[in-house]
């Protein structure tokens, strides 16, 4: 059993509206050093596999079917730890 | 007969208003649950608008995996029409019946009006008892209903005639103000705006019931292919 993180982000030609709003609410609060803000999710979850290859194979399928929508976003997962039983 | 399926999720909310356009069209209808594994014996099949299973992870994302998808792709697959308003065209976009994606209003902002469309395709089976370039009115209801596709769809999409519907004053964002397009094949169509909410004059507006008059008309050798 492995736990897996998965990073989503809206590729970077999207308009990412949230990260817009985000700009300028840290720009109100003086903070004009911070740009370019984008905001994506993470998923963590469990996945009772061991092997690399099998892991890959499953985190890319469900990726690519329903985690995220390859029109506009993109991803990246690391395998983590092996969870403690 | 005809009659046609009008398929529930968890959060549909605009099952009830497209159902009673269909009926007051002049054809049957009937609600199919999202369980369901077949929409045998339906002549077309009705996604509805609203926030199907809470809009979570993206809305549409959980919909277009639902047990339902695979009979919604074989009724496209036949040639059967397939209309996807709102949420509805969310999901088709997801499921991949229809290029393209639709992301969040370039304001963030949830928009609810009326509002002022052209039709610029009449030619397909959903939209031919209008003029072409005719400008009509539907109420609009999204916060995610910016039309987003890469140059090269957009290429595609111009090069088969799949804009049907675009706005006259563009509300979300929207590439090239499209508020709604077809497949190539001409049988799948997907919109942001709500023609069921466009069925008398009392309310504000009376253009969409032509849509479904037109709809339920449809026979196989009608339906544009490029």
Same mark, same amino acid.
């Given at each position: 059993? &492995? &736990?897996?993180?998965? @990073?989503?982000?809206?590729?970077?030609?999207?308009?990412?509206?949230? !990260?817009?709003?985000?700009?300028?609410?840290?720009?109100?609060? !003086?903070?004009?050093?911070?740009?370019?803000?984008?905001? !994506? @999710?993470?998923?963590?979850?469990?996945?009772?596999?061991? !092997?690399?290859?099998?892991?890959?194979?499953?985190? @890319?399928?469900?990726?690519?079917?329903?985690?995220?929508?390859?029109?506009?976003?993109?991803?990246?997962?690391?395998?983590?730890?092996?969870?403690?039983? | 007969?005809?009659?046609?399926?009008?398929?529930?999720?968890?959060?549909?909310?605009?099952?009830?208003? %497209?159902?009673?356009?269909?009926?007051?069209?002049?054809?049957?209808?009937?609600?199919?649950?999202?369980?369901?594994?077949? /929409?045998?014996?339906?002549?077309?099949?009705? #996604?509805?608008?609203?926030?199907?299973?809470?809009?979570?992870?993206?809305?549409?994302?959980?919909?277009?995996?639902?047990?339902?998808?695979?009979?919604?792709?074989?009724?496209?697959?036949?040639?059967?029409?397939? %209309?996807?308003?709102?949420?509805?065209?969310? +999901?088709?976009?997801? #499921?991949?019946?229809?290029?393209?994606?639709?992301?969040? *209003?370039?304001?963030?902002?949830?928009?609810?009006?009326?509002?002022?469309?052209?039709?610029?395709?009449?030619?397909?089976?959903?939209?031919?008892?209008?003029? $072409?370039?005719?400008?009509?009115?539907?109420?609009?209801?999204?916060?995610?209903?910016?039309?987003?596709?890469?140059?090269?769809?957009?290429?595609?999409?111009?090069?088969?005639? $799949?804009?049907?519907?675009?706005?006259?004053?563009?509300?979300?964002?929207?590439? *090239?103000? +499209?508020?709604?397009?077809?497949?190539?094949?001409? *049988?799948? %169509?997907?919109?942001?705006?709500?023609?069921?909410?466009?069925?008398?004059?009392?309310?504000?507006?009376?253009?969409?019931?032509?849509?479904?008059?037109? /709809? #339920?008309?449809?026979?196989?050798?009608?339906? $544009? +292919?490029?």
């Amino acid at each position: 059993m &492995k &736990k897996v993180e998965l @990073k989503v982000t809206l590729q970077q030609q999207v308009l990412d509206t949230q !990260g817009e709003a985000l700009n300028r609410a840290v720009h109100e609060l !003086g903070h004009d050093e911070i740009s370019n803000i984008r905001v !994506g @999710k993470i998923l963590n979850f469990d996945i009772d596999e061991t !092997g690399a290859d099998n892991i890959d194979r499953i985190v @890319k399928s469900l990726s690519e079917r329903l985690f995220t929508n390859t029109v506009i976003e993109t991803y990246e997962y690391t395998i983590m730890d092996e969870v403690s039983e | 007969m005809k009659k046609f399926a009008v398929v529930q999720f968890p959060g549909s909310n605009c099952d009830r208003d %497209l159902l009673n356009a269909v009926l007051k069209a002049g054809a049957e209808a009937e609600f199919v649950d999202y369980r369901a594994a077949s /929409l045998a014996g339906y002549d077309g099949v009705l #996604i509805p608008g609203g926030f199907s299973f809470g809009d979570y992870l993206r809305s549409g994302a959980m919909a277009a995996v639902a047990p339902v998808t695979k009979a919604i792709e074989e009724a496209a697959d036949a040639g059967k029409p397939v %209309l996807g308003i709102c949420n509805g065209f969310q +999901i088709l976009t997801e #499921i991949g019946l229809l290029p393209g994606a639709l992301i969040f *209003n370039d304001q963030h902002t949830f928009v609810s009006r009326d509002e002022s469309l052209k039709i610029v395709n009449n030619e397909t089976l959903f939209t031919r008892g209008y003029r $072409q370039d005719e400008d009509i009115v539907y109420p609009v209801a999204h916060g995610e209903g910016h039309y987003y596709c890469d140059d090269a769809t957009y290429e595609r999409l111009k090069a088969h005639n $799949q804009i049907v519907l675009t706005y006259n004053e563009n509300p979300n964002g929207s590439r *090239n103000d +499209i508020a709604g397009i077809v497949n190539e094949r001409g *049988n799948v %169509l997907g919109m942001m705006p709500h023609p069921e909410r466009a069925l008398e004059t009392l309310l504000g507006s009376d253009d969409g019931l032509r849509l479904f008059e037109e /709809l #339920i008309r449809w026979e196989a050798n009608h339906v $544009q +292919i490029h």
